[in-house]
């Protein structure tokens, strides 16, 4: 993450208000200032290699979906998709790269979500967001997540497990017990694993897996 974006997110971490940052920082790379460093082309390479169960017939949610590139992925395989994010801009941006979708892209917060949302989904997505929180509210950020799952469904969590070179964050890579911490609420984890990616700052990642 750019010493930019530390800033801007240490300002807002400092004022108790530790999701605060992400609005104005797309609201400033909408207005050509700061770059959002997750927004690359396309869905992530960790989700991209993970064998999606069919979607025909399922419904699947996607946590802090950003412009979108994850929750596309999903609905091609056939889910029909809601995505969030806390950011009206990154909603907005996903909804206008993406004018034909069928993914519905809604404005909501992780730590107070639509009640109805409450083990609906067939297919969770957890990609990359619990590691730009701080600890403060981690400890209701990872349990929240989980509450998504519909009897039967699956927990996708990707994260970080280490990060090159820093000591502040965000990012701040999630421990062994963190990624446990998931399988809170009648949740199982089916599989954890710890993968290297070469070259990428994030050089080391989780992928855990959990069932309902
Ligand atoms: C580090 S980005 C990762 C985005 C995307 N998941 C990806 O992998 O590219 C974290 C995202 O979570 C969103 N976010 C942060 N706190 C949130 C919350 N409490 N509820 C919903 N979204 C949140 C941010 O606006 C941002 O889009």
Redo the contacts with the bound molecule.
Sequence with gaps: MSGDVRRLAAGYLRDGDP?GW??PL?AEAGAGGAAV????PEA?AHLRAYPLPPGEGRRAL??????G??AEHIAAAGYATTA????PT?IELARSRHPDTAVDYVV????DPPGEWRRAFDLVLE???V???PASIRAA?IPAVGTFVAPGGTLLV?AAAAVTGDADG??WPLSRDEVDAFAGDGLTIVSVERTAAPGSPLHSRWRAVLTR
């Design positions: 999701t992400f609005e797309y460093p997750w927004d690359v992530s996607v946590v802090g979906c950003g412009p590139r994850d969030f994010d806390i950011s990154a909501a917060d992780l730590l990609s990359n967001n590691q730009a929180l950020a990707l965000p990012p």
